[in-house]
C-alpha cells in the first residue's frame, strides 16, 4: 500500500513540473495583456458615459448632482438605484444595443429626468421620487418627452430615442395591469411628440435608412394613421395608440 501510495505522489509531482514548464512566460504575457486589454475597454467606455452624461447635465442646466456608473451586471438583477441613490447605473446587456453616442445619450437622458425628479418636492426628494414609484406608466411617458427636449438641447438627434427603444425594450400582449406601458405606445408617443415639437428631424431624418427605424414605420403603421387622423380634423384629444 505504500508502494502504491509512493507512486502516486510521485506520479502528481511529475505532472506538476511538466505543467509548470508548458506555462511560458509567453503565455502570461498573453494572459496578462488580456486582462489589460478587458481593463482599459471598461475604462474607456465609463469615460465615454460620464462625458455624454455630464454633457446632457450641463447642457440643459441641471444643477443637481448625480453619478454615471458602468456595470456589466445583468440589470434584471439590480434595483432601481436612479431613485434611491441617485446614480445612473448603465448596466452592459441594456447599453450594448446602443450603436452610437446618440443612442447612448438617449439611455442616459431619461435616467437623468427620472434622477432628477428625485431631487423635487419637500423632504430632500422623498415625496418626488414617492410619486414616481407610485404612477411609474405616467411617468415613463413624462420621462420619453422630457428625454426628447434634453437630447435636442444637448444636440442630439432625439429619433435616437426611437431606434434605441426599438431595439432594446420587448413588447408585451398587454399593459392593463402592468407597471409599464406597451412599448409600441411609448414609440408612438416620442414619434407624435417629435412630430409637433422638433418636425425639422423628421423632414430631414438622418435615421431615415436605419434598419432599427426602418422597422419602427413598418410595425407602427396603425398607430401613425391614427396621428395623421388626428393631424387632418386638427383634434385636440390625446391619441389611444396600440
Request: positive net charge; proline residues 2%.
Amino acid at each position: 500500500m505504500k508502494k502504491i501510495l509512493l507512486i502516486l505522489l510521485c506520479f502528481l509531482i511529475f505532472s506538476n513540473m511538466a505543467t509548470a514548464k508548458t506555462k511560458t512566460p509567453t503565455d502570461e504575457n498573453a494572459i496578462l495583456q488580456s486582462e489589460a486589454e478587458i481593463i482599459l475597454n471598461d475604462m474607456q467606455i465609463q469615460n465615454k458615459i460620464s462625458n455624454i452624461g455630464f454633457k446632457l447635465l450641463n447642457a440643459n442646466k441641471i444643477d443637481v448632482r448625480m453619478a454615471f456608473i458602468y456595470d456589466k451586471k445583468n440589470k434584471k438583477l439590480i434595483s432601481e438605484k436612479s431613485l434611491t441613490d441617485r446614480q445612473i447605473v448603465v448596466y452592459k446587456d441594456l447599453i450594448q444595443f446602443a450603436a452610437d453616442d446618440a443612442e447612448i445619450a438617449a439611455f442616459l437622458a431619461r435616467e437623468i429626468c427620472k434622477t432628477a425628479e428625485s431631487y423635487a418636492g419637500t423632504l430632500k426628494g422623498i415625496i418626488g421620487a414617492t410619486q414616481v414609484k407610485c404612477a411609474p406608466k405616467k411617468y415613463e411617458i413624462f420621462f420619453d418627452e422630457r428625454a426628447v427636449d434634453y437630447l435636442v438641447k444637448a444636440g442630439y438627434n432625439p429619433l435616437a430615442l426611437i431606434t434605441f427603444i426599438n431595439k432594446s425594450y420587448p413588447q408585451k400582449r398587454y399593459d392593463k395591469i402592468s407597471t409599464h406601458n406597451l412599448t409600441s405606445k411609448r414609440l408612438a408617443n416620442i414619434y407624435e411628440y417629435i412630430y409637433f415639437q422638433y418636425p425639422s428631424f423628421l423632414a430631414n431624418n438622418e435615421y431615415l435608412e436605419n434598419e432599427a427605424y426602418q422597422h419602427f414605420l413598418l410595425s407602427s403603421i396603425e398607430n401613425r394613421r391614427k396621428l395623421q387622423e388626428k393631424i387632418k380634423t386638427g383634434s385636440k384629444e390625446k391619441v389611444e395608440y396600440e
